[in-house]
């Protein structure tokens, strides 16, 4: 049986301007679920993102979007919903207009209730007359939302689509394509804040220096970093004492007291670490209280990934 | 068809903002103005006079400055405030995007170039062949800088510098050098069929009638086409 085909695929793709290489052999597969594009501000996630869309064609490789090509092929933007970083709007219309615009562009049915369903589900008033031009950033992003999600698309491409939104509304929002995500959609988000990602789902694509730096769920990718010292901190009665006995037998790397007790660990040899300290502790007379590790979360393994070599 | 209006009613929004036809609706009616002028002048040739009203005042300035500044904003403005996405990524044949542009452009244009020359031709006094030259004329380069302004909006980044360069240097002074070179201004056509019309002779106004009836509206077949063709390869920002 043939694998399902992925929604986007992105083969070697690269984009340069003039001497300036914007993105460089970038390739991956996505499917069904949210997946977070993170890099820092530069890093050329929007340069991904406006390639996968069919806005700027690749200097080099291929997109395909559910085997399309988005340049070549208008039909691709059928099952496409994008929400594109810049602020621009239509300023004269207002949030309803807007929105069913789109609606009517992409041939929906009945555009009028489509686009009424969208604004809903963004928190929207679709009777409010007011012109778009007046709308704040926050509601500028919602609008935008409403409009790449009225065609109900297969694949959803967001490029920062959390930027000038209140929390309650990041939470709704984050939410939202969450949903879609677990709907069967391919939803692609793009961010710079690493909280804000740590929340979409653990599946990543690092962007740094134009080049995809990892891919896959983020809490693996940390595990693969076999060459990284791991940090732990542990709660003991004696932490001097546990510190000096992990260095004498080589477990840790470093260690460090805090002036409240906390002992900060490094290690090269976390697996070890963690079968041999409750003995250690043991043999030594140490009561044990915690055992934290401080870098599995998202933003020390972005913090490898995208940190100066 | 719906689709078709959808984007025409939005562009003609984007390119008929309030200052825009405000301003060159003034310059239509300050032309009646000059018209009225010429009129109350009590010419000794009143044809001839009114012929020079609408070559030196609306073919060689109004016509291609209004149509230079809504056509070229009709992709200009949506390209540089990031909208033009919008229309562009959506399963739609890419001629539709042009022609809707196009058809939106010359809304607008025409009544603020073909209205204030032919009222402005009729106060001078001159006679009805001139005033129906006028409208032909004026209409049909209406519809060839149109076309052209608006794959230029397309192309380059700031259309109205580029576009003026165009009207002053190439019209106005390297196509008056000669037949040859003025056979690549699109005055060339719209002053022949004024002169035809009126019967009055003109400089770069030599052409015959049909020759100046079927270039200007293929000139804007070509740029409509061209405009498609670059909205295929168009960098959407």
Redesign the interface.
């Known amino acids: 049986m043939q694998p399902p085909s992925p929604s986007v695929r992105a083969e070697r793709l690269s984009k340069w301007y003039g001497d300036v290489v914007a993105v460089s052999d970038v390739s991956f597969a996505l499917g069904p679920g949210v997946t977070a594009l993170l890099g820092p501000n530069g890093a050329g996630k929007s340069t991904v993102l ?1 390639m996968l ?5 690749p200097s080099q490789g291929t997109v395909e979007i559910l085997g399309r090509n988005p340049r ?1 092929d ?5 099952q ?1 919903g ?1 929400v ?1 970083q ?5 300023e ?2 207002d949030a309803l207009a807007f929105v069913r ?2 609606a ?4 929906v049915a009945d555009p009028e209730a489509a686009a009424r369903a969208a604004l809903a589900t963004v928190e929207l008033d679709a009777d409010a007359h007011q012109p778009v031009g007046t709308f704040s950033k926050g509601m500028r992003q919602r609008l935008k939302v409403a ?1 790449a999600l009225v065609h109900d698309p297969h694949v959803l491409i967001l490029d920062e689509p959390l930027n000038g939104l209140d929390p309650r509304q990041r939470l709704h929002l984050i939410e939202l394509f969450g949903r879609l995500g677990a709907a069967g959609r391919c939803v692609i988000v793009s961010s710079h804040v690493l909280d804000e990602v740590e929340r979409f789902g653990s599946r990543i694509l690092v962007i740094a220096h134009g080049r995809l730096a990892a891919e896959g769920d983020f809490r693996a990718i940390r595990n693969l970093m076999d060459d990284r010292p791991r940090r732990f901190s542990v709660r003991t009665d004696r932490p001097s004492d546990l510190g000096a006995h992990l260095l004498g037998s080589r477990i840790a790397s470093a260690v460090e007291v805090r002036p409240d007790g906390q002992l900060m660990v490094e290690t090269g040899d976390a697996p070890r670490l963690r079968h041999e300290l409750a003995p250690l502790a043991a043999h030594i007379g140490a009561r044990l209280t915690e055992l934290e590790p401080l870098d599995e979360d998202l933003e020390s393994v972005f913090r490898y990934l995208v940190g100066p070599r | 068809m ?2 078709f209006l ?2 025409y009613r ?1 562009l003609l ?2 390119v008929a903002s309030r200052g825009r036809v405000a301003a060159l609706g003034a310059l239509g009616a300050a032309a009646v103005l000059v018209g009225l002028a010429v009129g109350l002048s009590d010419p000794v040739d009143a044809d001839r006079a009114g012929v020079q009203f609408v070559n030196g005042l609306g073919l060689s300035v109004l016509v291609p400055v209004i149509a230079l500044v809504f056509a070229s904003s009709a992709f200009g403005d949506l390209n540089d ?3 033009l ?10 001629w539709q995007l042009a022609t809707a542009a196009f058809a939106a452009s010359l809304t607008v244009t025409v009544p603020l170039t073909v209205l204030p020359l032919c009222i402005g031709a009729a106060l001078t006094g001159a006679g009805g062949a001139v005033v129906a030259g006028a409208a032909l004329a004026v209409a049909l380069g209406v519809l060839a800088y149109v076309a052209l302004f608006c794959a230029l909006g397309l192309r380059v980044q700031r259309a109205l510098p580029w576009g003026l360069a165009y009207i002053l240097i190439w019209e106005g002074f390297v196509a008056q050098a000669g037949r040859g070179a003025g056979r690549l201004a699109i005055r060339a056509y719209t002053r022949s069929l004024l002169s035809q019309a009126a019967d009055v002779r003109l400089r770069l106004g030599a052409e015959s009638v049909p020759t100046a009836v079927i270039v200007p509206i293929a000139v804007a077949v070509a740029a409509v086409g061209y405009t498609t063709f670059r909205l ?2 168009h ?3």
Do not use: K, N
Request: charged share 20%.
């Open positions: 406006r869309c069919g806005l700027t064609p070549r208008v039909q691709a933007s059928r496409l994008l594109p810049q602020e621009g709007v239509f004269q219309h615009l789109a009517v562009l992409h041939r409009q | 719906t689709t959808a984007l939005t929004g984007a405030d990031g909208t996405v919008y229309l562009w990524l959506r399963p739609l044949p890419r295929g390869r960098d959407v920002p």
